[in-house]
């Protein structure tokens, strides 16, 4: 027996969803949709449908993007990988500009980034590899660099985005750090009702002012939490009658002398 669903947000995504061109704007309306579904048992076939329909979505995305990458240059996973994953214009290449210096283009027109973006952030004499992937809701998100990534930074303009990125986030066990972009557009009490907020979430989160006048103290605090989520050891080798490396080189907790060596060799 059909459930009548009254939830006006379910039905403003559920015309979304049908209004859709492409199966990125079908999974985002979908996603809506089983977030808003009834919760109560009536409600179970329902969210049922809703998410069979999703995973079909999900695989015609994947098979797209498989067909994509035979024209693409491969990105090799460094030993510590960061992904920046945001909406469109949420500042992602702004923030990749200020921790790596890599120059990308920077514009305010919706879906500017087509390809991942990849620079190398150094901080305590060590190189992390940080990616700038295309907007999540768009159909040039790259969803397999997701399942590779040490850790995830989502990049926000308000709060209730951070839920719709997670939403649409594919399955993985990367630890996050919560960005939250644009705070000088909030006053004082904003502020302080929104810093409460992301605490009760437990998020490892940062709050920023515009990009654009990010102070360098700040970009440091970020660069320490994006470091920190790394579970690494750094080991500095030394050759006889010479300074040590400059680089160190990464291993994961509990290696043995055995471990350093093969990596050496």
Avoid: C, W
Avoid at 125 to 153: K, M, Y
């Amino acid at each position: 027996m059909p459930i009548n669903v009254n939830d006006p947000e379910y039905l403003k995504s559920e015309r979304e969803y049908f209004e859709s061109k492409t199966n990125e704007e079908k999974l985002t309306a979908l996603n809506k949709m089983i977030s808003h579904a009834p919760k109560h048992k009536g409600g179970e076939n329902l969210r049922q449908q809703l998410t069979q329909r999703r995973k079909k979505i999900e695989e015609e995305i994947d098979k797209k993007q498989k067909r994509k990458k035979g024209t693409k240059i491969g990105i090799k996973k460094g030993d510590l990988q960061a992904v920046i994953i945001g909406k469109s214009n949420s500042g992602k290449s702004s923030l990749i500009n200020l921790l790596t210096n890599v120059g990308t283009k920077i514009s305010p027109i919706s879906f500017t980034t087509k390809e991942p973006i990849v620079g190398i952030m150094n901080y305590q004499e060590t190189q992390l590899q940080l990616i700038e992937l295309p907007a999540i809701e768009g159909e040039n998100f790259e969803r397999g660099i997701v399942h590779t990534a040490d850790t995830i930074i989502l990049l926000a303009k308000k709060f209730e985005e951070f839920k719709e990125i997670e939403t649409l986030l594919p399955r993985n066990s990367a630890k996050k750090i919560y960005v939250l972009n644009k705070s000088d557009l909030l006053n004082f009490e904003e502020k302080r009702k929104l810093f409460a907020k992301m605490q009760s979430k437990k998020y490892n989160f940062v709050i920023i002012s515009s990009l654009a006048h990010l102070k360098d103290d700040l970009i440091e605090e970020l660069k320490k939490k994006i470091f920190e989520t790394f579970n690494i050891i750094r080991i500095f080798t030394k050759e006889p009658g010479k300074e040590k490396k400059e680089r160190p080189m990464i291993m994961k907790p509990k290696s043995t002398i055995k471990d350093a060596a093969e990596k050496i060799l």
